[in-house]
């Protein structure tokens, strides 16, 4: 398994996206797959960083393609690398086998 960093941007249609986030966060909460996820803060750009182990990119991609706010066109781009930390206290917690 492998550590993915997810770099959501959102679209500025924040009615919307308030409407679907407790679905998004239901999903989200379910999936074993997830490491950690959030919104950037106030004064940032509109988006979200979202970590998940899966065995592959391609299984990312599932994940987010089913994500309600993908569903619903509130993410206007995304981004998906692998992403190997290797400094920190997390750092081993993230990457574990």
């Not at 998004?24 to 909460?29: C, I, K, P, S």
């Given at each position: 398994?492998?550590?993915y960093a997810v770099i959501y941007t959102y679209t500025d249609d924040l ?57 619903a066109g509130v993410v206007a781009d995304v981004q998906i690398r692998e ?15």
């Amino acid at each position: 398994m492998s550590t993915y960093a997810v770099i959501y941007t959102y679209t500025d249609d924040l009615d919307r996206r308030m409407e679907v986030r407790p679905e998004h966060r239901d999903y989200l909460g379910a999936l074993p797959q997830l490491v950690v996820a959030g919104a950037w803060a106030p004064g940032e750009p509109v988006g979200g960083l979202l970590v998940f182990r899966a065995e592959d990119k391609a299984a990312v991609q599932a994940i987010v393609d089913a994500d309600p706010y993908s569903k619903a066109g509130v993410v206007a781009d995304v981004q998906i690398r692998e992403w190997v930390p290797p400094l920190g206290p997390a750092a081993s917690a993230v990457t574990q086998e």
